[in-house]
Structure formats: structure tokens, C-alpha cells
């Protein structure tokens, strides 16, 4: 398990875009000097529970496109923008097949009125976005919108806290190590 953490780790390392190279993009260059502050790129104990927290949010409740939102909203929250940017990938066609019917079911259970039928009826004869805009328009989209916001919240603190107790871990298991190299070093001595 932790090759595949090194493996993912050296994959991002190597095609995650640098600051620097972000400093060059003409569409970053107007934010460049807030949202390229170093302490929004660094990984700390703080920064990353709130850029996976932001991250999820982001990919949840606000449409496209999240990456730039998430980037600039870590600005005020002093999260960690890299991860934040990261986990808006959790938003994608593939995942919305569970996230759309879960917030349907959520905002039938908070009291809105959502027919799930319905939304399998447009799926199933490929429906026009003009007949998807008036099923929008009608009660279901706020209901619906209503589901994916609690959801959001939901999703966006269960990353805080699973970030959070992740990076415990991780800094007392380096410590743990450390500690028994160090131990070990004295016994030899």
C-alpha cells in the first residue's frame, strides 16, 4: 500500500504544475500575487485539512468549473491551494451517477418533494437540455441544490477530519521511526 502512495506522490510531483510555472500562466498572472503566496503552497498541519475540506466542498456544490474557484477561495481560509485544486477531481461524470441520486434522496429526507422517476425518465429518452433547464426550473432544483449544498457540508467536513487525524498519524509515525533510529543508535554506541 504505501508503494502506491509513493507511486501517486511522484506522479503529481512530476505533473502537478510548480509555481513557477503558474506564475507564467496569463490567466493567473492578475491573481499571481495572492494566490501564489508561499503559505498557501506549503503542506502543514492546518493548511491541508482545510484545502481538502475546500476541495470537496467546492467539487460538490459549486458548478463548473471548481479548480479556480477552490484556488482562489483557499486564499481566505489559508488552505493548502494545491489539494484543494486536487480534490474538486473527486466531481466528475463518474461519481455524479452516486452524488446526483444521494442528494435527491437527502433532499427528499430534509422534507423537499424530488421525483426520482422523473429524472430517470429524462435520462433514459436523452432529453434536451431545454427539458433538463425545465426540470431545473421547477421545484426539483432547489431541492436538489439544497441536497448537494448539506452534502457538501457533510463531505467537506468528513475530509477535515479524516485529513486531520491522517496527518497525526503520519507526523507520529515519522516521529515513531525517528525515535527508534535514534534509540537504536545509542545502543550501538
Not at 463548473?64 to 474538486?88: D, E, G, K
Request: aromatic share 12%.
Amino acid at each position: 500500500m504505501m508503494i502506491s502512495f509513493r507511486k501517486m506522490g511522484a506522479w503529481l510531483r512530476d505533473n502537478f504544475p510548480t509555481r513557477e510555472s503558474m506564475e507564467q500562466n496569463r490567466f493567473i498572472r492578475p491573481f499571481a500575487h495572492t494566490v501564489l503566496r508561499t503559505e498557501l503552497w506549503r503542506f502543514t498541519r492546518r493548511s491541508v485539512p482545510r484545502g481538502v475540506a475546500l476541495g470537496l466542498f467546492m467539487a460538490i456544490a459549486v458548478p463548473l468549473p471548481q479548480a479556480p474557484f477552490a484556488a482562489l477561495s483557499a486564499v481566505p481560509f489559508r488552505a493548502n491551494v494545491p489539494l484543494a485544486i486536487a480534490m474538486t477531481w473527486v466531481s466528475n461524470p463518474a461519481t455524479w451517477f452516486i452524488m446526483f441520486p444521494c442528494a435527491i434522496s437527502l433532499s427528499n429526507g430534509m422534507g423537499f418533494h424530488v421525483d426520482a422517476h422523473h429524472v430517470e425518465v429524462l435520462m433514459a429518452k436523452h432529453a434536451s437540455m431545454a427539458e433538463w433547464f425545465a426540470w431545473v426550473m421547477s421545484s426539483a432544483g432547489p431541492a436538489v441544490l439544497a441536497g448537494l449544498f448539506v452534502r457538501a457540508i457533510l463531505m467537506a467536513s468528513a475530509g477535515y477530519l479524516v485529513s486531520s487525524f491522517g496527518w497525526r498519524w503520519w507526523i507520529g509515525h515519522k516521529r515513531r521511526g525517528r525515535n527508534a533510529r535514534v534509540l537504536q543508535a545509542r545502543d550501538l554506541a
